[in-house]
């Protein structure tokens, strides 16, 4: 992602972070990426979308089902990838107007 973010956007920014999960204390490394456009421009917009994999699915009724991961195409890919096409095609042919 941040490969593809880097081709269309001005500046792009990894934020590494550590979460402790509150079931297992297992420490994940998380990553959130930021892909600015015209940075300096005194009118911005704001997209935000998220896409994680989880260890655990803690919606699941059963707990063999809470012990599954959940990948994370199933768990807010969609939004991503919209705004990846957006990045990388749209916002980059035609930016924003100042």
Same mark, same amino acid.
Do not use: K
């Given at each position: 992602?941040?490969? %593809? ?8 920014? @990894?934020?590494? &972070? !550590?979460?402790?999960? !509150?079931? =297992? /204390?297992? #420490?994940?490394?998380?990553? +959130?990426?930021?892909? %600015?456009? $015209?940075?300096?421009?005194?009118? %911005?917009?704001? &997209?935000?979308?998220?896409?994680? =994999? %989880?260890?655990? !699915?803690?919606?699941?009724? #059963?707990?063999?089902? $809470?012990? @599954?991961?959940?990948? /994370?195409? +199933?768990? /807010?890919? !969609? ?20």
């Amino acid at each position: 992602m941040a490969e %593809r973010l880097r081709a269309a956007a001005d500046t792009v920014v @990894l934020q590494r &972070f !550590s979460h402790v999960h !509150s079931q =297992t /204390g297992e #420490t994940l490394e998380l990553t +959130n990426l930021l892909a %600015r456009y $015209r940075p300096a421009a005194s009118r %911005r917009i704001l &997209f935000l979308a998220h896409w994680d =994999t %989880r260890p655990t !699915s803690d919606a699941e009724d #059963t707990a063999e089902g $809470r012990a @599954l991961p959940v990948p /994370g195409a +199933n768990d /807010g890919g !969609s939004g991503t990838a919209v705004l990846l096409a957006v990045a990388g095609r749209r916002t980059a042919a035609h930016p924003p107007a100042a």
